[in-house]
């Protein structure tokens, strides 16, 4: 049901539309995860006006010569982005979707004991070869921005990288993310040891600390 509603919009609305947005159901919460729209209608951008939403379904002939970065293990929304501004967005206000957010087996884990060097890489390459992503980014979800930024940053403390830490420390800085860049600037002083220290309070304390 939840494909041939998808692929009835480009059919019956606009052949134009190459990407249809869709929302999502939280089984947790029970209600929508995409809460800016409440209609269906067209938008400008996906990441910019459809937080929470889901991508429903792609043309193939939108990706063009795109690729994912096989280096960038974690970050499958640089392509997303660059599709992003080629594309003809159509979202429908309907909960096609549904996410488990339940239980202690997520695949995705917030808060890793240990660095994982594939992140290592892939923020390095972020850094280094996808510039205009991240510029993009910060123009249009600085949130976004400096959550990436200040996960990065944290993940150079914990293998001892002081350079790109810096990098990010500057590039928290810069869009005025003062408490992140405040922790990340003890890490950078006084090491990884640091930082599980403040994780321990954080638990204490029953509040999210994302490495």
Same mark, same amino acid.
């Given at each position: 049901?939840?494909? /041939?509603?998808? $692929?009835?919009?480009?059919?019956? $609305?606009?052949?134009?539309?190459?990407?249809?947005? &869709?929302? &999502?159901?939280?089984? %947790?919460?029970?209600?929508?995860? &995409?809460?800016?729209?409440?209609?269906?209608?067209?938008?400008?951008?996906?990441?910019?006006?459809?937080?929470?939403?889901?991508?429903?379904?792609?043309?193939?002939?939108?990706?063009?010569?795109? #690729?994912?970065?096989?280096?960038?293990?974690?970050?499958? /929304?640089?392509?997303?982005?660059?599709?992003?501004?080629?594309?003809?967005?159509?979202?429908?206000?309907?909960?096609?979707?549904?996410?488990?957010?339940?239980?202690?087996?997520?695949? &995705?884990?917030?808060?890793? %004991?240990?660095?994982?060097?594939?992140?290592?890489?892939?923020?390095? %390459?972020?850094?280094?070869?996808?510039?205009?992503?991240?510029?993009?980014?910060?123009?249009?979800?600085?949130?976004?921005? /400096?959550?990436?930024?200040?996960?990065?940053?944290?993940?150079?403390?914990?293998?001892?990288?002081?350079?790109?830490?810096?990098?990010?420390?500057?590039?928290?800085?810069?869009?005025?993310?003062?408490?992140?860049?405040? $922790?990340?600037?003890?890490?950078?002083?006084?090491?990884?040891?640091?930082?599980?220290?403040?994780?321990?309070?954080? #638990?204490?304390?029953?509040?999210?600390?994302? $490495?």
């Amino acid at each position: 049901v939840a494909l /041939s509603t998808l $692929i009835k919009v480009p059919k019956e $609305i606009d052949s134009r539309i190459d990407h249809v947005i &869709c929302n &999502c159901l939280d089984v %947790v919460t029970g209600k929508f995860t &995409c809460t800016d729209l409440d209609s269906d209608q067209y938008v400008e951008s996906e990441i910019k006006s459809c937080v929470g939403g889901v991508r429903g379904i792609t043309k193939t002939s939108l990706l063009g010569g795109l #690729r994912f970065n096989e280096k960038l293990v974690g970050f499958e /929304s640089v392509l997303w982005l660059k599709l992003d501004e080629r594309a003809t967005h159509y979202y429908i206000h309907q909960a096609l979707y549904i996410y488990h957010t339940e239980g202690s087996d997520r695949i &995705c884990n917030a808060n890793p %004991v240990r660095p994982d060097p594939r992140k290592y890489i892939a923020y390095k %390459v972020l850094l280094d070869e996808e510039w205009a992503y991240l510029n993009k980014l910060r123009s249009i979800r600085p949130d976004l921005f /400096s959550g990436i930024m200040f996960n990065a940053s944290l993940e150079f403390v914990n293998v001892h990288d002081v350079k790109y830490a810096r990098k990010t420390y500057q590039k928290l800085r810069a869009v005025g993310a003062t408490g992140k860049s405040l $922790i990340v600037l003890l890490g950078i002083l006084f090491g990884p040891s640091c930082l599980d220290g403040m994780r321990w309070v954080y #638990r204490k304390l029953g509040k999210p600390y994302s $490495i």
